[in-house]
């Protein structure tokens, strides 16, 4: 089930919300827990059981670590720590990477192992994240145990963020589970946040891909460079709009029941470099690896050739994360190499540069590396880079080009300004020329989100494209 689906909007959404605001403040942690399995369920039936072992290891373990600590057992801690990060871990190796390791195998040596063929379960690199924050932030004192396990499991399931995020840190919320107050102005907030998110899905992360898919549909050696860079302008406006979209109705289901969730993204296509960009795109993620990985490897207290360490280290995991394929590796590798050259290298030359040949920089590099990220093979990132670069002799443009670019210019547009702060800017100045006079912009906003929530409607029920792309990591 997703977001952007008229069974989750006309049927689901509205029957976890009556349920949720009818039952005794005490229980609503329980209706959120048992619809979240029910959400879970209705795409992975069979790996609810998985998910539920995952809750029940984590919460034994965050309660087996406390107690030893309480006990002056600190090494008992550790080692109950180590137990339950290495079950989560295990879990997630063997359903996520098993196929990858005896393909890797079956190459180097010829072995001809047979692929065990899993399906990968929906979101599972989101939750192991989540659970293991968990244990280790109670490890280092920096969160309360949950000794309730439906509130616990509430938080690992909670379906506004359990496919695809923004990754929640326990100790972020944990007072927001043991007590929060839903109040009319958040409820409104969250729907409006949510109607944001739902029109980027449906009206510009949706279009943009099926742009993508139109050109990679093609023959890639017969694919002009100016339709080349068309597709991967549209992958990068698609996977954009999609994850951010889908980090927006997370964030505003999540204010709909009373919960406050960090933001995932700020505006990352108007950085001006990579440093910059990776602080404004998927930032649970990065800040769960700063806090995890990076900073407990020494960060960058340390020497330089451990610094750079620590930070390939950091962005061989962050690729391997997304998904098990040397394309992923690549991707990681890629942006720790950029991040290294800007920090030793040319980042000092770079800050002296006007702000548009940064951004033109910035976003180069970035839609270069969507290329290794977009395919689920290396040799097609090759190929399709061989395109953008008309290694194949196939011209700059043709007749297909400049269809192809009338019909989608508009849209194109749309992607390009969205992806600004310009609408925010517009939505402040609208808000600022009409200051007291509230009437107008409740009309104003009236109509706004009932024309996004019909439009994006009237969009879904003829529309067969409508995957969330961060769903297969």
């Known amino acids: 089930m997703v977001f952007s689906s008229l069974l989750f909007l006309f049927r689901f959404l509205p029957a976890v919300l009556l349920c949720y605001y009818l039952v005794p403040r005490r229980a609503r942690n329980l209706v959120l827990f048992l ?70 195998v079956n190459t180097l040596t010829g072995a001809g192992l047979e692929l065990l063929n899993l399906a990968l379960p929906i979101g599972i690199s989101f939750y192991t994240f989540q659970t293991m924050s968990y244990t280790i932030d109670v490890y280092r004192g920096e969160a309360n145990v949950q000794k309730n396990l439906i509130s616990y499991g509430a938080y690992v399931v909670m379906f506004p963020q359990l496919i695809a995020g923004p990754i929640v840190q326990y100790k972020t919320i944990d007072a927001q589970l043991r007590s929060r107050r839903e109040t009319p102005e958040e409820f409104a907030q969250g729907v409006h946040r949510f109607l ?31 339709t080349a860079w068309m597709g991967l302008a549209a992958y990068t406006f698609q996977i954009y709009f999609d994850f951010s979209a ?42 769960w690896f700063r806090e995890y990985v990076y900073i407990p490897l020494g960060g960058n207290r340390v020497s330089t050739v451990r610094h750079l360490r620590n930070l390939m280290i950091v ?16 991707w990681g590798l890629y942006y720790g190499i950029l991040l290294v050259l800007e920090k030793y290298i040319f980042g000092r030359y770079l800050e002296k540069l006007p702000s548009v040949v940064r ?3 910035c976003m180069f590099v970035v839609m270069l590396g969507w290329n290794l990220f977009m395919f689920g093979d290396f ?27 009338y019909n989608n210019v508009v849209l194109l547009v749309l992607l390009i300004l969205g992806s600004t702060r310009l609408p925010k800017k517009l939505g402040d100045a609208f808000l600022a020329c009409f200051a007291g006079k509230d009437v107008v912009i409740l ?3 009236g109509l706004l989100y009932t024309g996004i929530f019909l439009l994006s409607v009237a969009w879904l029920v003829d529309a067969s494209y409508n995957p969330f792309l961060y769903f297969r990591f």
């Open 379 to 405: 040799s097609e990132s090759l190929t399709y880079f061989g395109a953008l670069f008309g290694s194949y002799g196939a011209g700059l443009w043709n007749s297909e080009t400049v269809y192809l670019f």
């Open 359 to 361: 951004h033109f920089y």
């Open 35 to 104: 619809f979240s399995l029910v959400f879970y369920a209705w795409g992975e039936p069979v790996y609810i059981i998985l998910m539920l072992v995952t809750i029940l290891v984590s919460f034994a373990g965050g309660i087996a670590v406390d107690a030893m600590k309480r006990g002056g057992r600190p090494g008992a801690a550790r080692n109950a720590l180590i137990v339950s990060l290495a079950v989560s871990l295990s879990l997630l190796a063997f359903f996520k990477y098993a196929d990858f390791a005896i393909g890797t």
């Open 196 to 226: 944001i998110g739902l029109g980027k899905k449906v009206l510009l992360a949706n279009n943009a891909g099926e742009l993508w898919d139109t050109i990679t549909a093609m023959t890639v050696s017969e694919i002009p460079a100016l």
């Open 246 to 287: 889908y980090s927006d109705m997370a964030i505003g289901l999540g204010q709909m029941f009373g919960f406050r969730f960090s933001e995932n993204f700020n505006y990352p296509y108007i950085s001006r470099s990579i440093t910059e960009f990776w602080r404004k795109w998927h930032i649970s993620l990065s800040t």
């Open 315 to 330: 962005w061989l995991l962050t690729g391997f994360w997304h998904g098990a394929s040397w394309n992923f590796v690549a």
């Open 443 to 445: 009309v104003a906003r």
